[in-house]
């Protein structure tokens, strides 16, 4: 397991655009695949994006062409550029690490403690 901090999260209105940081522990890191995910209040932790340690990415269906993942292994750093934000985008983003290119949140072995991002209208 790799210890994971995120950060970058924040207040911002519709329309706004932020970029979420996750700075990982060990350079084992850039063997993973990278996951965000996201939890907003009342709802289950959703799959956001995913990079895979050669930089391919895949997004959930409601974040195509607004979510932009990329990696930086040399940095042991991942980052979730979001743009075009929706009020619907509110939640606590996770990142995670896990030797699978999945979507599913259970297949992920490392978890960071979330930064809060709200959109307002």
């Known amino acids: 397991q790799v210890e994971l901090v995120e950060s970058g999260g924040g207040l911002v209105q519709a329309g706004d655009s932020l970029r979420l940081s996750c700075a990982a522990s060990?350079?084992?890191?850039?063997?993973?695949?990278m996951g965000w995910f996201r939890q907003a209040p009342g709802k289950e932790r959703e799959f956001v994006a995913l990079?895979?340690?050669?930089?391919?990415?895949y997004y959930a269906d409601f974040v195509k062409g607004r979510f932009t993942g990329s990696r930086d292994n040399a940095k042991k750093t991942g980052y979730l550029q979001m743009s075009s934000l929706k009020p619907e985008d509110t939640a606590v983003y996770y990142c995670?690490?896990?030797?699978?290119?999945?979507?599913?949140?259970?297949?992920?072995?490392?978890w960071g403690q979330g930064t809060q991002v709200t959109v307002s209208s």
């Open positions: 990079i895979t340690s050669f930089g391919r990415t």
């Open positions: 060990e350079r084992a890191f850039s063997t993973y695949t």
């Open positions: 995670a690490a896990g030797p699978l290119a999945t979507p599913t949140r259970e297949d992920y072995t490392s």
